[in-house]
Antibody
């Protein structure tokens, strides 16, 4: 059974740092396309970052230079290091797996999601 | 990056057909994906690659594409379909985008 469990959310002051974790079971993080997606209270989904199986990373402009996505293959865990946090980073953070068709290497969508971990940036 | 534009809300009566659109100039060259999100829950994929439906998703959900617009159609809307719906795409730069979401109300 596929499971994604996010942890690490907290109340943090502006300018602070936080590391989120996404522990995965049922598939291998190292061979997957893994993203962080966030949702501010009462707002829509916002894609934050992706870590491709090959190691390439991409970020939304809103977090570029402040957030870093990484993984620990031995722990089958995805991370999001968040620095210089701002009030506008307050959101529920989901990790999600973009499943890719093996032959065509085409995405068939974010088929697996965690339940999210809440980050609140406030003084 | 590019912006995916959705109507913020749509209201339909039970049994009617709901059509939710998502527009972007880049869509003719990209696949679109649709997610349903109910309050307090994670999103659920309901359409991928414009028109494909994952196993377990009811047949009343369908997707189509025409030019710069993709459409999610829910035929014979049921009360349980009341939710937020998001389109999503990704381009060759490696980045992903979500539409702003459409809140579907079943009257």
């Amino acid at each position: 059974e596929v499971q994604l469990v996010e942890t690490g959310g907290a109340l943090i002051q502006p300018g602070g740092s936080l590391r989120l974790s996404c522990a995965v079971s049922g598939f291998t993080v190292s061979s997957s396309y893994m993203s962080w997606v966030r949702q501010a209270p009462g707002r829509g989904l916002e894609w934050v970052s992706v870590l491709y199986a090959g190691g390439y990373t991409y970020y939304a402009d809103s977090v570029k230079g402040r957030f870093t996505i990484s993984r620990d293959n031995s722990k089958n865990t995805l991370y999001l290091q968040m620095n210089s946090l701002r009030a506008e980073d307050t959101a529920l953070y989901f990790c999600a797996r973009d499943v890719v068709e093996a032959v065509a290497a085409t995405s068939i969508g974010f088929q697996h999601w965690g339940q999210g971990t809440l980050v609140t940036v406030s003084s | 990056s590019y912006e995916l534009t959705q109507p913020p809300s749509l209201s339909v009566s039970p049994g009617q057909t709901a059509r939710i659109t998502c527009s972007a100039d880049a869509l003719p060259k990209l696949y679109a994906y649709w997610y349903q999100q109910k309050p307090g829950q994670a999103p659920v994929l309901i359409i991928y690659k414009d028109t494909e439906r994952p196993s377990g998703i009811p047949e009343r959900f369908s997707g189509s594409s025409s030019g710069t617009t993709v459409t999610l159609t829910i035929s014979g809307v049921q009360a349980e379909d009341e939710a937020d719906y998001y389109c999503q795409s990704s381009d060759s730069s490696g980045a992903y985008s979500f539409g702003g979401g459409t809140k579907l109300t079943v009257l």
